[in-house]
């Protein structure tokens, strides 16, 4: 039996809401629910991590958990809130699962991965089918660590989550992203939950956004900086279509992700422009754009951000090799929170129309997503992009 309970607060005390969850969860639990075996936190930044692990490892001892902050969580039990506190409880007496934590990833991504892996694998019963993880959004480098991961878990095992974020607003200029695991809060470290037994599960991956134009090759990069398409700056590309001033327009910039085509098929991942050089042209991203990879500009208006959604949860389900999943995982990215605004309410409502309010579910809002584009297939970091897993038992 695989069951999974769900809990939100909205309360803006710590106390309060870890008071809140807690006892929503004793009120679900049962003397048939089979054993608690792990756990996912997700939490605005404002609010006490130490307490509420300390709160819930009091009443869950020995749980495998992880978690992180987040620019807003979204759950079937609350909606969508900023700065809220949401606990999702899996217990099973068939799956096992169990957490494992990398440290220092920005410095040794590919040793704190493997850490992370061998930790969970030490005590896991069994092969693993699925990895979880939210490494930290601000210093992860996140290509070398999840090449690393999926190098020791092999390819028909796919690693899934959204780096952890900070609530996003114009004012700030110092964010900071903290990650959990069992009782520890921690920073620049890559936790994870290793699944084992007869987990069923499917993924969508998609956008919303669609490319423009022809395809350009990659020439000059370094760690994502890019210098050159078929050796001309990357930024004669972007003032193709969006004029010169796109160079002091940063909003617009993060508007018009870059899609990275794999293996030269129409599958892609996003990468969001930072900055761009008006002076040599060069632009940085938010993720890697290996050299060789055929990359175009993408759009997208406020209709196909949601519409994005949409597909992303219906292949998710006409995958899933089930009848129906207990939960669904579902990872966005704060830039499409910063493209839909006030409507940002309509992805998890899109969400739970699909899914039907039987299946329960939980998410946050990243600073980066992290899927395969398929399975088998190498996991990758993405921007923009709106990522659904569903899992279940038969």
């Avoid at 969508?204 to 890019?226: A, M, R, Y």
């Avoid at 499409?336 to 579910?361: C, H, N, Q, W």
């Amino acid at each position: 039996m695989f069951k999974v309970f769900v809990a939100h607060s909205s309360d803006l005390d710590t106390k309060d809401a870890a008071h809140a969850i807690l006892k929503r969860l004793s009120t679900q639990i049962t003397a048939n629910t089979p054993p608690v075996m792990a756990g996912l936190l997700f939490i605005g930044a404002n609010h006490d991590a130490a307490l509420l692990l300390d709160r819930i490892n009091q009443a869950f001892p020995a749980i495998e958990l992880i978690g992180c902050t987040t620019d807003g969580e979204m759950t079937s039990v609350g909606g969508f809130v900023e700065d809220s506190v949401s606990f999702t409880l899996f217990c099973s007496d068939t799956i096992d699962i169990c957490a494992g934590v990398g440290r220092e990833t920005s410095s040794h991504p590919a040793r704190s991965a493997r850490d992370a892996i061998d930790q969970a694998l030490h005590s896991l019963a069994g092969a693993p089918v699925l990895a979880l993880t939210m490494p930290d959004g601000l210093s992860t480098m996140s290509h070398p660590m999840l090449i690393e991961m999926q190098s020791i878990l092999g390819p028909m095992v796919p690693i899934v989550g959204g780096a952890s974020a900070d609530q996003v607003l114009w004012s700030k200029q110092d964010y900071k992203t903290k990650q959990f695991f069992r009782n520890e809060v921690l920073s620049d470290s890559t936790p994870v939950l290793l699944f084992a037994g007869p987990l069923l599960y499917s993924l969508g991956v998609q956008s919303g956004w669609s490319p423009l134009g022809i395809k350009k090759t990659v020439t000059n990069e370094n760690d994502g900086e890019v210098y050159a398409l078929d050796g001309m700056p990357p930024l004669k590309l972007y003032q193709h279509y969006l004029g010169d001033s796109i160079v002091d327009n940063r909003a617009m910039l993060g508007t018009f992700p870059l899609a990275v085509h794999e293996l030269d098929s129409d599958l892609f991942y996003l990468r969001v422009a930072s900055k761009a050089d008006p002076e040599t042209g060069f632009m940085t991203f938010s993720g890697d754009v290996p050299k060789g990879a055929a990359v175009q500009l993408t759009q997208a208006i406020r209709n196909q951000v949601i519409q994005g959604v949409n597909k992303s949860v219906n292949d998710a389900r006409s995958q899933y090799p089930g009848t129906q999943p207990e939960v669904a995982l579902t990872f966005s990215c704060t830039g499409r929170k910063m493209a839909l605004g006030s409507k940002t309410y309509e992805e998890i409502e899109r969400v739970m129309d699909i899914l039907g309010r039987e299946t329960k579910v939980t998410g946050f809002y990243t600073f980066g997503e992290i899927a395969p584009l398929h399975i088998p297939g190498q996991s990758h970091y993405h921007n923009a992009t709106f990522v659904t897993l569903l899992l279940g038992t038969s």
